[in-house]
């Protein structure tokens, strides 16, 4: 399995900032995603993260609210903008190697909002 | 629509064996998949099931039955760590997953 790393693995942020949370993947592949999980709930995918072009952003969710960046096949960012204590929640990076039909997970950004 | 139906909890005693299932309505499908979520950690891959049958790996089976939209998560020789979520999402046509809501599996000693 591949391996996926986040930074930061977790934050305290105040009302009103933005954070940026890292992606880095070991090996290039072939999509990226962003998913938030909050407390006791299923993911919700926020975002494909698309290489060298603008991100494909799902329902309820907006460029100017999350930022994203794909330089290229290995590295992805998300910015948090504008936070609210609503923003609370784990923040989750996901990779896909469609040769394989596999799907892995970094191991998440814990965020808190005050 | 797209619609993933998995049982919200279930229950188990350690060394048994319990079947967790999973059934779909999604407009496109490429794949099913199953993860293991502990609290507060990353969802962890299971299994991959694309065509239908059973998979088998270690203590874990994955079956799917496209024509039934069903699926199944199989567990055997329990063990206490065994105790997480197990998510069920189906891979749309576009590459994306659809969720399902989770299994809470509590296991008994």
């Known amino acids: 399995s591949a391996v996926i790393s986040q930074k930061p693995s977790r934050d305290i942020c105040q009302r009103g900032t933005s954070l940026t949370i890292q992606c880095q993947v070991d090996?290039?592949?072939?999509?990226m995603f962003w998913y938030r999980q909050q407390p006791g709930q299923s993911l919700t995918l926020i975002a494909t993260?698309?290489?060298?072009?603008?991100?494909?952003?799902e329902s309820g969710f907006v460029i100017d609210k999350f930022p994203i960046s794909r330089p290229n096949l290995t590295f992805s960012t998300l910015t948090v903008s504008n936070m609210s204590p609503e923003d609370s929640s784990i923040y989750l990076c996901?990779?896909?190697?469609?040769?394989?039909?596999?799907?892995?997970f970094g191991p998440g950004t814990r965020l808190t909002v005050l | 629509g797209q619609n993933i139906d998995q049982p919200t909890e279930m229950t188990a005693t350690e060394g048994a064996i319990v079947q967790i299932n999973c059934t779909y309505q999604?407009?496109?499908?490429?794949?099913l998949f199953w993860y293991q979520q502990h609290a507060g950690e990353a969802p962890t891959f299971l299994s991959y099931n694309v065509l239908d049958g059973l998979e088998e790996k270690g203590r874990f089976s994955s079956f799917l039955s496209r024509s039934k939209g069903y699926s199944y998560l199989l567990l055997k020789e329990l063990q206490m760590k065994d105790s997480a979520s197990y998510l069920c999402a189906i891979m749309d046509s576009n590459y994306q997953l659809i969720w399902g809501a989770g299994t809470k599996l509590i296991i008994k000693p």
């Open positions: 993260a698309n290489q060298g072009s603008e991100a494909t952003y």
């Open positions: 999604t407009s496109g499908f490429n794949g």
């Open positions: 090996s290039q592949v072939t999509m």
């Open positions: 996901s990779a896909l190697w469609r040769e394989g039909n596999e799907q892995f």
